[in-house]
C-alpha cells in the first residue's frame, strides 16, 4: 500500500503532513454580508468553526472567493468549506488540483471531491413528520426556499425533496408546497401571503418551514390575517436560532449543533490530510426538536 501511494496510484488527495508539523487550514466562505444578517444561521456556523480551530490551536485564515484560495493553495494543508451557491464545477476541480484536502459543512457542492458534514435534514423532516401525525394532523403543509445554483442549475433544497418523498410513503394526501427565493424574512413573508391566497379557508392544520428566517416572515403574514398559530395551523420549523425564542409564539424548532459540526470537520480534515489515499467521507449529524409553543407533540402536552 505505501508503495503504491508513493508510486501515484491514488490521484486523489497527493499532500501528506508529518504528524509533528502544525497545521495550517482556509475557510472558505462563501455567504454575503447581506446573506449572513438574512440567515444568522451562517454567522453561527462560522464563529463555531472558528472558536473550534482556536481551541485547537488551528490557524485560520478565512477566503471568500475560490480564486483567491486557489492562488494561496499552496500555503495551506486543507480548508473547511461553508456555502457554495453561484460556483461552477470546474472551479472547484480546480480547486481541488491545487488543494485536494477539503472538508464542506452543510452543504456540500461537489462530493465527488471533497468530503463533509452536515445536518441530516432528511431525517429530520420525518421526524417533523411522524410528530405532526401523532398529533392529529392530516393536512401537512411545507414552505421552504430555493437551493443552490451549480453550475448555472437551480438545485431543489434537500428539506423539500425529503417532504416530498416522505408525505408520499407516508400516504398524506393532502402536502402542499410552497417555495421561493432566499432563505430570508421577506422571502417568509411573501410565501405566507401565497399561501393564504390559495389556501384561503382550506389552510393546512400545519407547517414544516424550513429555516427559522422563513418562519419569522410566515409568522408576520399570518397575524397580519388573523391566523392563530398552533391554534389554526401548527408550525415546525428548523436551525433553532436565537430568533426563534422571541417571536409570537415562540418557534417549535429543529437544535442543528454547530459546534459539533465544526469540531467533526476539524477532525475529519486532519485524518484527510495525515491520509489523502482515504476514499471520501460524507458524515450526517441528527437534529432535534426543541419545543415551544408553535407545535406540541403529543407527548409533551
Known amino acids: 500500500m505505501e508503495v503504491a501511494d508513493q508510486l501515484g496510484y491514488w490521484k486523489d488527495h497527493q499532500r501528506k503532513i508529518d504528524r509533528s508539523q502544525q497545521f495550517k487550514l482556509a475557510l472558505l466562505y462563501r455567504i454575503s454580508g447581506e446573506e449572513q444578517l438574512q440567515d444568522e444561521y451562517f454567522a453561527f ?3 463555531a468553526i472558528i472558536k473550534e480551530a482556536d481551541a485547537e490551536g488551528i490557524q485560520l485564515q478565512s477566503f471568500q472567493h475560490i480564486e483567491d484560495l486557489i492562488a ?9 468549506g461553508v456555502g457554495a451557491d453561484r460556483v461552477t464545477i470546474e472551479k472547484l476541480t480546480a ?22 458534514v452536515r445536518p441530516n435534514l432528511e431525517l429530520t423532516i420525518q421526524d417533523a413528520l411522524q410528530k405532526l401525525v401523532a398529533a392529529g394532523h392530516r393536512r401537512i403543509g411545507f414552505i421552504g426556499g430555493k437551493g443552490l445554483k451549480i453550475n448555472n442549475v437551480q438545485q431543489n433544497d434537500v428539506r ?16 402542499p408546497v410552497f417555495v421561493g427565493g432566499q432563505f430570508n424574512v421577506e ?28 418562519s419569522v416572515g410566515v409568522l408576520q403574514a399570518f397575524n397580519e390575517a388573523g391566523v392563530m398559530v398552533p391554534r389554526d395551523a401548527a408550525i415546525i420549523s ?43 467521507v460524507h458524515l450526517q449529524v441528527n437534529t432535534d426538536l426543541v419545543v415551544r409553543k408553535s407545535f406540541i407533540p403529543k407527548n409533551d402536552d
Open 187 to 214: 422571502t417568509g413573508y411573501q410565501l405566507g401571503k401565497q399561501v393564504l391566497e390559495q389556501m384561503g379557508d382550506h389552510l393546512p392544520d400545519a407547517f414544516i418551514i424550513a429555516s427559522d428566517t422563513l
Open 72 to 80: 494561496a493553495a499552496d500555503s495551506f494543508h486543507g480548508f473547511i
Open 160 to 175: 423539500e425533496m425529503a417532504f416530498r418523498e416522505f408525505t408520499s410513503m407516508q400516504g398524506i394526501r393532502e402536502a
Open 95 to 116: 480547486l481541488h488540483q491545487k488543494l485536494p484536502a477539503g472538508v464542506f459543512i452543510d452543504i456540500n457542492p461537489a462530493p465527488r471531491l471533497f468530503d463533509s
Open 238 to 280: 428548523i436551525n433553532n436560532s436565537e430568533v426563534a425564542n422571541y417571536v409570537s409564539p415562540p418557534l417549535s424548532s429543529y437544535n442543528i449543533n454547530q459546534e459539533t459540526l465544526s469540531w467533526m470537520a476539524l477532525s475529519l480534515l486532519r485524518d484527510l490530510i495525515r491520509h489523502p489515499s482515504s476514499p471520501h
Open 45 to 47: 456556523l462560522r464563529k
